[in-house]
Every structure is written in C-alpha cells, then in structure tokens.
C-alpha cells in the first residue's frame, strides 16, 4: 500500500527499489515458488535493511502513520529481514497467499552470505 502524503518523499526511493524486484513468471509448482519467493526476499531485504527504509522512511511512518496496517508490515518486513532470506521470503509468501516453510529455503538458499552481484 502506498505511505501517507507525509512520508512519499521520504519511502518513495525504498518502494520504487522494491518494485524493481517484482519477477514477472507466475510460479506452478510449489517448488516454483520457494524459488520465486527466495529470489524476492534477496532482492528485498538489502532495500528493507538500508538506511533509507530503516531510518527516513519506518521513522516517517512510525510518527504520521504508526496505526496502519501498511505501517505495521513495513516493520514485520524489515525484522524478518534482519532474521535471514528464510524468514523474509515466508513472510512474502503470505502476502500472495503462499504457505511456505522455513525449512524449504534452507535447502535452496544454502548460501547464507549477502548475494553477490548478479
């Protein structure tokens, strides 16, 4: 969902980075989205934990907006993220209506460093 008039300036440049890791494949199989959803969160995550999102834009929100829902995943997304890829790309799942385990991303994602360049 869109933030509030008073923090587009400041959450605009998080959202437009995370709108550029939107894959464009609709995923069958399960296995199809445990891959989907890895690929998101690493691409996510390094946005959710920069200091753009973690500092301008959660302060923004936390002060204008801290009773919404939007406000409210925005947080959950960033702890999530700082828990690992694994916890992320779960949480992602629910917001397209995926179960996904934990356990399916650690056998895929075994690298457990930042990603590097792709």
Same mark, same amino acid.
């Given at each position: 969902?869109?933030? /509030?008039? =008073?923090? *587009?300036?400041?959450?605009? /440049?998080?959202?437009?980075?995370?709108?550029?890791?939107?894959?464009? &494949?609709? /995923?069958?199989?399960?296995?199809?989205?445990?891959? &989907?959803?890895?690929?998101?969160?690493?691409?996510?995550?390094?946005?959710?934990?920069?200091?753009?999102?973690?500092?301008?834009?959660?302060?923004?929100? =936390?002060?204008?907006?801290?009773?919404? /829902?939007?406000?409210?995943?925005?947080?959950?997304?960033?702890?999530?993220?700082?828990?690992?890829? @694994?916890?992320?790309?779960?949480?992602?799942?629910?917001?397209?209506? *995926?179960?996904?385990?934990? =356990?399916?991303?650690? &056998?895929? &994602?075994?690298?457990?460093?930042? @990603?590097?360049?792709?």
């Amino acid at each position: 969902s869109a933030p /509030p008039t =008073s923090c *587009q300036v400041a959450c605009n /440049p998080v959202l437009d980075s995370i709108a550029k890791c939107k894959d464009t &494949t609709v /995923p069958q199989s399960k296995q199809d989205w445990v891959n &989907t959803l890895g690929k998101l969160a690493q691409c996510v995550c390094p946005v959710m934990l920069g200091s753009q999102a973690q500092t301008t834009c959660a302060s923004c929100l =936390s002060l204008s907006d801290s009773a919404s /829902p939007g406000t409210a995943a925005f947080q959950e997304m960033i702890r999530e993220c700082q828990a690992g890829i @694994p916890r992320a790309a779960v949480l992602l799942g629910k917001d397209f209506g *995926q179960t996904v385990e934990v =356990s399916a991303f650690q &056998t895929a &994602t075994s690298t457990t460093g930042s @990603p590097g360049a792709n």
